[in-house]
């Protein structure tokens, strides 16, 4: 079966510090991959997608980046966090034309 | 103006009675609608789909009104369970990219 894995769960990193958050894809090849951040109260952003390995399309220029290093797998990072990266970040596939998610990181910025 | 645009709420609705709300989307080539239910802290999760001659599952029944750019959905015999935020998805099909809406809160109280 195809599942979404996303981790970890919750994050709480200082101002300054570096960012790495992993999704991973079961049971499919060459998925649609994206990334949306939810903060609070607010509806779904979407910060990048990819249609396959090492392309990357951003929607909104930020203190974020992704990769895709394997076909399965996206990556989101940060080298410097800021208090405005608080916020729900989801990960998402579509295998057809609806959209499945992981269980989101909840991450704060202290 | 916002590509998807919800009444954000809350609705709050006694148990077993019926609500319904709409969703309005700006992009007219828009090919595909959903709609998500997203519990407190948690991911989205597909409730259904949106076809063009409007569709029902179970207690839920979705609408899409192309001349008005417009997708509803409505509740019938509300459980308490129903409340959750419910989200408006449009889909532009030329790669695509989700657009979501902020969400429209439903209560249903006892």
């Known amino acids: 079966s195809q599942t979404i894995h996303q981790w970890p769960a919750t994050l709480v990193q200082p101002v300054g510090s570096p960012l790495s958050l992993e999704c991973t894809v079961e049971?499919?090849?060459?998925?649609?991959l994206y990334w949306y951040r939810q903060a609070a109260g607010r509806g779904l952003q979407l910060l990048f997608y990819s249609v396959g390995i090492g392309q990357i399309s951003s929607e909104v220029p930020q203190n974020l980046s992704a990769s895709r290093p394997q076909d399965r797998q996206f990556i989101l990072s940060s080298k410097k966090l800021l208090l405005s990266d608080s916020g729900f970040y989801l990960c998402a596939w579509t295998p057809g034309t609806e959209a499945f998610f992981g269980q989101g990181t909840r991450l704060t910025v202290v | 103006r916002k590509e998807v645009e919800q009444d954000p709420g809350p609705f709050n609705v006694p148990e077993g009675a019926t609500v319904a709300f709409n969703c309005t989307y700006s992009?007219?080539?828009?090919?595909?609608f959903f709609w998500y239910r997203q519990d407190c802290r948690k991911e989205p999760k597909l409730l259904m789909s949106?076809?063009?001659s409007g569709n029902e599952d179970g207690r839920f029944t979705a609408q899409l009104n192309r001349a008005s750019q417009y997708i509803s959905l409505l509740i019938r015999d509300s459980k308490l369970s129903d409340s959750a935020t419910y989200l408006c998805?449009?889909?532009?099909?030329?790669?695509?990219?989700?657009?979501f809406g902020a969400g429209t809160q439903v209560v249903v109280t006892p």
């Open positions: 992009n007219s080539a828009s090919q595909s």
């Open positions: 949106v076809y063009s």
């Open positions: 998805v449009v889909r532009d099909d030329s790669w695509g990219k989700l657009q």
């Open positions: 049971g499919t090849s060459n998925p649609n």
